[in-house]
């Protein structure tokens, strides 16, 4: 992608995939890369990703992966691994597209877990640290159980209804996330081993009342990081943060990204 454009699409994954921007052009600033969760899109951050633009300064690019919002289905039944794929075989192409030189990858529940990996995957120096939000990194019974009620919710509720809001094909939108996550097979993923090859900062944000994971979750990068692992923990908040608590969520972002940028200038300087 030639311009920092506002919106458009671009091509990764052999996808035509959609994408939204705020603030600053990569060769004017760092740039914050947002990857959405199972069932969400580059709009359906709403207005987050300008928030997180206005309170970093930095640049902030979102999208949609295949088989969501308005970017090309996916190809389904989706692999069990889709997560490390899009982690290690996407990820670097929507990098390389939107002229990422340096930054953050900014990621919620399968989001979260998709930077994750490719932070402990691909050696990618351009990526100075990664803000995890509600990640996962093997399956818990509980988190099992609420996706199963989702299933219900969209055969029986308005689920459907709401999701065609912002998805071009809901049917395959919700069947691509909800198949893999209930497949028998899925009951044994883990990828925490991803987090022992990290080597850059991390920040993870949890709902204390998060109904898809517990802090163990979080306990598993704290007991495994060799980089810096900051957490927060916020009260009266579930699976989505910047949504049950956008002001904590928001400011806690924005000193993580401030810190990077003292290391990043204390390390040229010192150079």
Sequence with gaps: ??????????????????????????????????????????????????????ATGMGVCAYSRAGYGQS??????????????????????????????????????????????????????????????????????????????????????????RMAKHHRDPDHTFRGWNDAWLDPAFAR??????????????LAIQGRQDQYGTLAQIEEMESRAYSPVEVSVLEDCRHAPHQDQPANTLAAIAEFAARLERIEAAEVEAA
Excluded at 15 to 29: D, H, I, N, Q
Excluded at 90 to 117: K, Y
């Design 1 to 54: 992608m030639a311009d920092w454009k506002a919106e458009g699409t671009l091509e990764a994954g052999g996808k035509t995939l959609e994408y939204r921007c705020f603030g600053p052009a990569p060769s004017e600033a760092p740039t914050i890369v947002m990857l959405h969760e199972g069932l969400g899109s580059a709009g359906l951050w709403r207005d987050f990703p300008e928030k997180v633009a206005e």
């Design 72 to 161: 090309d289905p996916a190809d389904l039944p989706r692999p069990l691994d889709y997560m490390t794929r899009e982690a290690v075989d996407v990820l670097p192409e929507v990098l390389d597209r939107i002229g990422f030189r340096r930054g953050i990858l900014l990621g919620h529940s399968d989001g979260a877990t998709i930077a994750a990996i490719h932070a402990g995957s691909v050696e990618d120096y351009r990526v100075r640290g990664i803000i995890l939000m509600a990640p996962h990194f093997f399956t818990e019974q509980m988190g099992l159980d609420e996706i199963a009620r989702a299933r219900k919710a969209y055969e029986r509720g308005n689920l459907r209804d």
């Design 189 to 202: 993923w883990n990828v925490a081993e991803v987090i022992d090859y990290w080597r850059i900062p991390a």
